[in-house]
């Protein structure tokens, strides 16, 4: 089974590299969904079934709009910083092997 993940990034550049990083690394156990726009990523938390939602710190998340059954965090710019908002944060300056780890915490949490 594929970790369903939705990354939301304003940095259309970064978005490519980590969807290319994550594509090439771990095929068989992500499945990546990327957007620059806050309103469709939204949407496809539903439509898609995203399991781990991403959002870049610049955007501000309703909680209350995300699915309960989705794992939620911010992406921030810094590896000290580990809540936003209330909610957890994931520094996207870190390799994808880290980042992998705390998607999948992200998701057994919500998982159980």
């Given amino acids: ?3 369903k993940v939705s990354i939301l990034e304003k940095d259309p550049n970064y978005l490519k590299r980590m969807v290319s990083t994550f594509g090439i690394k771990y ?3 992500l499945e990546i969904y990327s957007f620059t ?3 469709i990523a939204l949407r496809a938390l539903i439509d898609s079934k995203i399991n781990v939602f ?3 710190e610049d955007f501000d998340i309703d909680i209350n709009t995300i699915p309960e059954n ?3 965090a911010y992406f ?3 590896s000290e910083i580990d809540t936003v908002k209330g909610q957890r ?3 996207k300056f870190q390799k994808a092997e880290l980042i992998y780890k705390q998607i999948l915490s ?3 949490e919500n998982a159980g």
């Fill in 37 to 39: 726009n806050l309103n």
């Fill in 76 to 78: 921030v710019s810094s």
């Fill in 70 to 72: 989705c794992g939620f």
């Fill in 106 to 108: 992200i998701y057994s």
């Fill in 27 to 29: 095929p068989d156990k």
């Fill in 89 to 91: 944060a994931v520094c």
């Fill in 1 to 3: 089974m594929k970790i």
């Fill in 54 to 56: 991403i959002a870049d």
